[in-house]
């Protein structure tokens, strides 16, 4: 006797997949899509573990050059302490990109919800709330937070409205064509922006009539033909690769069009 099998759609597929994706999307008000992934919470825990060695390290060494000034070191010792456990984070996070020393040793960063740098106000949020992550004891409700939560946010990232996510090494744009960043239609769809950002990146290793004749395709998205609506594609893939201007060779954010 045979059993049987469940069916499964494309659909049911495609849920399962997404469930267990960690990218994470929006759309900004102009209509393009960007995405970053978001970084779970094993290497959230050893950049933790590397900054609280830096701050052990800072703490004993200033516990041993002021040993000698009696209270008045002690006193200084404390108010160090206090200032490293609840500051350290905060200005690494909001002066240095979002990353403390930890966090770039794992090529992870803090970001807002939306995808922005992060500011004083939301770096202070999540960081004060670290209390409420802590209990019962050894940071167990935030550890179950990230478990519990599809984006791996902890207390302090829900109230604070941040994501961790990985930062990736920020891609030299000295290979792109040298024409201004042009800004994307209005609802440019995920698979033309992708398909706009590889014939940016490749457009050395193909010939002039081969992309003139790819920009061909593109027609309708630039309104022009020939060698314009080649430079076109060019201006609008170094501006969803980050750059903002000719002279820039760093595209800058977290995100990338497309995939990231």
């Not at 041993?64 to 200084?76: L, M, Q, T, W």
């Not at 960043?181 to 457009?203: M, N, T």
């Not at 033909?225 to 609008?236: A, F, K, M, P, Y």
Request: hydrophobic letters at 40%; charged letters at 20%.
């Amino acid at each position: 006797m045979h059993k049987t099998i469940p069916a499964t759609t494309d659909a049911d597929a495609a849920a399962v997949i997404r469930d267990l994706d960690t990218l994470y999307e929006i759309e900004t008000p102009e209509g393009i899509d960007l995405t970053t992934r978001v970084a779970g919470p094993l290497p959230r825990i050893l950049a933790y573990a590397v900054d609280l060695f830096y701050r052990t390290v800072i703490l004993i060494i200033l516990g041993i050059a002021i040993s000698v000034a009696g209270d008045a070191g002690v006193g200084v010792w404390l108010l160090v302490s206090f200032l490293l456990e609840w500051f350290y984070p905060v200005f690494f996070e909001v002066l240095r990109g979002g990353q403390t020393p930890g966090k770039r040793a794992f090529s992870i960063a803090v970001i807002n919800d939306n995808l922005t740098p992060i500011g004083w106000g939301p770096s202070i949020m999540r960081n004060l709330l670290r209390f409420a992550d802590f209990l019962p004891f050894g940071y167990f409700a935030g550890i179950i937070s990230m478990t519990c939560s599809r984006d791996f946010r902890r207390l302090g990232d829900h109230a604070a409205g941040t994501l961790v996510v990985y930062r990736e090494q920020p891609k030299t744009a000295s290979g792109l064509p040298s024409v201004p960043p042009a800004a994307p239609p209005r609802g440019l769809q995920l698979q033309d922006q992708q398909a706009i950002v590889s014939l940016c990146e490749r457009h050395r290793a193909l010939s002039q009539p081969r992309q003139q004749e790819l920009a061909e395709l593109l027609q309708p998205l630039t309104g022009r033909s020939g060698i314009t609506g080649l430079e076109r594609l060019h201006g609008i893939g170094r501006w969803l690769l980050g750059a903002r201007t000719v002279e820039e060779t760093t595209p800058r954010g977290t995100t990338q069009a497309g995939d990231q």
